[in-house]
């Protein structure tokens, strides 16, 4: 599945693609394969007593995240830990993928 990314800097605007692959799980414990920009990463999220989680194993990165929904959020808070557009990617891949487990 293929998403669209934004990223805006001022008045700049950038956009990429990235591509979602082997979603499996439920919305309270998902696990799938992201890409775009060169970079891949294999993500698990769900929920928790407290919240919500996500971790990137193959890159050693786990945080809280807000709703499933809060790009700006889930990305300032993956930003602390990996590069921007890597954190606007994910963020956005948890979203395109919440909203799918959703609608099932």
């Given at each position: 599945m293929e998403f669209k990314c934004v990223k805006l800097s001022g008045k700049h605007k950038t956009t990429?693609?990235?591509?979602?692959?082997e979603i499996k799980g439920i919305k309270e414990n998902c696990e799938m394969?992201?890409?775009a920009r060169g970079s891949h990463f294999h993500v698990i999220f769900g929920s928790h007593s407290y919240g919500n989680y996500?971790?990137?194993?193959?890159w050693n990165?786990?945080?809280e995240l807000a709703d499933y929904s809060d790009i700006f959020w889930n990305c300032q808070q993956l930003s602390t830990i990996i590069r921007y557009t890597d954190a606007i990617t994910i963020a956005t891949a948890?979203?395109?993928v919440s909203q799918i487990l959703n609608n099932q």
């Open positions: 990429w693609t990235g591509q979602i692959y394969k992201v890409t996500l971790c990137i194993p193959n990165v786990g945080c948890v979203k395109e």
